[in-house]
């Protein structure tokens, strides 16, 4: 099965607006982050949060975990130009070598 | 703040070579760990690498593929014979222990003519 579907495939919104991002798995846990990779660089590190957790925030970051529905949401708020990029869930699985499996990912685009 | 490394940045080579992918972990890290990411597609984990042993591999490291750890800061990727499907970004990571969160390196483009 499948781990980290991310939706929508793409999102394209004006300079200032807000932009969802959510995330779904289909296993068990350990954590959940968000990356950012502009177009052929490197991946960028935006925030993990736990099993344990519901909500975390960092900067214009909010990322929300729902364990019950196997589901993630990542809002960056009052986007930027600079935001444009495409964003990967990764999960960590519980047993294992901790691998992470990443999403398919969403590409935004902020229009100034 | 310590970064895991990455050389070559960009490594172009013919079908049917071997190439070694380079990566230098967090010093004090225990586990490593290889992605490669296609061109427009999703990062696939490759193989995971603990006490100088393999812990887990993907479908795709097949027998064309190793891994080492050969001075105690070195973990390399070879592929033996590249083929056309091994051009991708291929980006290494490391963690102290369990607990902790990966740490990516900045990636080698490996692209096979």
């Known amino acids: 099965s499948q781990q980290g579907e991310e939706d929508p495939q793409a999102l394209s919104i004006q300079e200032g607006e807000n932009a969802t991002m959510n995330c779904s798995y289909k296993?068990?846990?350990?954590?959940l982050q968000w990356y950012r990779q502009n177009s052929g660089r490197g991946l960028v590190h935006l925030i993990l949060?736990?099993?344990?957790?519901r909500e975390k925030h960092s900067g214009r970051l909010r990322v929300t975990l729902d364990t019950s529905k196997k589901s993630s949401s990542l809002l960056i708020t009052a986007s930027r130009a600079a935001d444009t990029a495409s964003y990967f869930c990764?999960?960590?699985?519980?047993?294992?070598?901790?691998?992470?499996?990443f999403g398919q990912g969403t590409r935004l685009t902020i229009n100034p | 703040e310590p970064e895991v490394t990455q050389t070559p940045s960009h490594q172009v080579t013919q079908m049917g070579q071997e190439v070694i992918l380079r990566c230098v972990p967090i010093?004090?890290?225990?586990?490593f760990y290889w992605y490669r990411q296609i061109l427009g597609q999703k990062v696939e984990f490759l193989v995971s690498?603990?006490?100088?042993?393999?812990?887990?591999k993907s479908e795709i490291f097949d027998d064309q593929f190793s891994v080492e750890r050969p001075d105690g800061s070195n973990f390399t990727l070879k592929i033996r014979s590249t083929k056309l499907e091994d051009s991708a970004m291929y980006f290494c990571?490391?963690?102290?222990?369990?607990?902790?969160?990966?740490?990516f390196g900045p990636g080698t483009r490996l692209t096979v003519l």
């Open positions: 990571a490391s963690r102290q222990s369990e607990g902790h969160r990966q740490f």
């Open positions: 296993t068990s846990i350990n954590n």
């Open positions: 949060i736990r099993s344990n957790e």
């Open positions: 990764a999960t960590e699985g519980t047993g294992g070598a901790q691998k992470l499996v």
């Open positions: 010093s004090n890290h225990l586990y």
């Open positions: 690498f603990y006490n100088n042993e393999i812990s887990e």
